[in-house]
Antibody
Framework: QLQLQESGPGLVKPSQTLSLTCTVS??????????WSWVRQHPGRGLEWIGY???????FFNPSLRSRVNMSVDTSRTQFSLILNSVTAADTAIYYC???????????????WGQGTLVTVSS | DIQMTQSPSTLSASVGDTVTLTCRAS??????LAWYQQKRGKAPELLIY???TLESGVPSRFSGSRSGTDFTLTISDLQPDDFATYYC?????????FGQGTKVEIK
């Protein structure tokens, strides 16, 4: 059974860089049809899709965050990472990694999620 | 960008009730709509995709439907485990977007 697990600092100072890693186990990682994604949830609020990366390194980001976000992938470790620059208190949220897929020409949404990790931006 | 609007924000119901949650897309998204259930302190779980297809392992009391840009999630015979927050998500076009959620609480 596919499992995703987020890891990274729980506290980041304003203006600094948030960096999280998602480790994937129990299933395939190197499939071009898998969209390895990040989704965040502000405290007590709804969900926001941040973007995804394919195992090839191709990325697609939400325009609302595109100027500050980057992602990378390490296929040897079956990990993908999120980098968010110049953070403010507004970036305080639970960050989830998740997997969406493509089957033929059809996208399938987030069937697999990590447990989430709370990142607080504060001095 | 496509906006997803869910209603109501909160719904009070009793065990055994049938409840209907609504999600409206600001633009045409065909059938590319998913529903998730989120319990407190947990990650969302996929219930329905492609507007009406039940994810494997999800009880049949959950069902989804579509009428144009309006989508509904119906929960029949509400069970104690169903009290949670439900989100819709469009994946027709980028950026993928979620609704703000409907909380189903015990009356």
């Amino acid at each position: 059974q596919l499992q995703l697990q987020e890891s990274g600092p729980g506290l980041v100072k304003p203006s600094q860089t948030l960096s999280l890693t998602c480790t994937v186990s129990g299933g395939s990682f190197n499939r071009v049809a898998y969209y390895w994604s990040w989704v965040r949830q502000h405290p007590g609020r709804g969900l926001e899709w941040i973007g995804y990366i394919l195992y090839t390194g191709i990325t697609f980001f939400n325009p609302s965050l595109r100027s500050r976000v980057n992602m990378s992938v390490d296929t040897s470790r079956t990990q993908f990472s999120l980098i968010l620059n110049s953070v403010t208190a507004a970036d305080t949220a639970i960050y989830y990694c998740a997997k969406a897929s493509r089957v033929g020409s059809v996208t399938e949404p987030f069937a697999n999620w990590g447990q989430g990790t709370l990142v607080t931006v504060s001095s | 960008d496509i906006q997803m609007t869910q209603s109501p924000s909160t719904l009070s119901a009793s065990v055994g009730d049938t409840v209907t949650l609504t999600c409206r897309a600001s633009q045409y998204i065909n059938v590319w709509l998913a529903w998730y259930q989120q319990k407190r302190g947990k990650a969302p779980e996929l219930l329905i995709y492609k507007a009406s297809t039940l994810e494997s392992g999800v009880p049949s009391r959950f069902s989804g439907s579509r009428s144009g840009t309006d989508f509904t999630l119906t929960i029949s015979d509400l069970q104690p485990d169903d009290f949670a927050t439900y989100y819709c998500q469009q994946y027709d076009s980028y950026p993928w977007a979620f609704g703000q959620g409907t909380k189903v609480e015990i009356k």
